[in-house]
């Protein structure tokens, strides 16, 4: 009698995870949950055109680099096929501010800390859903000591920080939604 107890109670735990992976992998392998949240519709192709640098102050390699990871994170989130031109989903644009801001004083009233801020100014179409196209502006920034000079890994830094937070900003409201 003991022994149906035991065998019993384990032949309902197995019933349970069984059921639990084969929930699992139908909802995420039927689309209903995307780790990305990103929701591409029927999108097939994405168009993301070089982002100009029009801000006042301009660094020679801060558009190349911005264009390039925001092409790679959408590449890497969705299934999309990045094309040059007719994308069903559209992205152009230009960084509209590059600005170094002192943002703390030491007691003899310098500097003791910068900070960088970045602003790119966006328009996103959608082919196939015009009401979520938009024209927005994404900005972010990056703090670091004022006897720092902003070149070579610093600088790097700065631009991978500030880029990965505007470009995935920029994700989230296209085709994330939130």
């Not at 030491?106 to 910068?114: K, P, Y």
């Not at 979520?132 to 902003?150: C, G, R």
């Not at 600088?155 to 920080?161: D, G, K, Q, T, V």
Request: glycine fraction near 6%.
């Amino acid at each position: 009698m003991l022994i149906c107890l035991h065998l019993n109670l384990f032949m309902k735990k197995i019933h349970y995870i069984a059921s639990f992976l084969i929930i699992s992998s139908t909802l995420i392998g039927c689309g209903i949950y995307s780790f990305t949240g990103g929701d591409t519709g029927k999108a097939k192709t994405l168009q993301i055109d070089y982002f100009r640098n029009n801000a006042s102050l301009v660094e020679p390699t801060l558009s190349q680099k911005f264009t390039q990871d925001f092409q790679d994170l959408f590449t890497r989130q969705t299934n999309l096929t990045l094309v040059s031109n007719e994308g069903d989903l559209r992205f152009e644009g230009e960084i509209t501010g590059y600005r170094i801001a002192p943002m703390s004083a030491t007691a003899q009233q310098t500097a003791a800390q910068n900070r960088l801020t970045i602003t790119v100014n966006v328009r996103y179409f959608n082919k196939f859903i015009e009401k979520d196209n938009f024209e927005k502006s994404f900005s972010f920034y990056y703090d670091y000591p004022a006897n720092t000079q902003l070149i070579g890994s610093p600088l790097e830094a700065a631009f991978n920080e500030i880029i990965e937070r505007i470009t995935q900003d920029i994700f989230n409201a296209s085709v994330a939604k939130w």
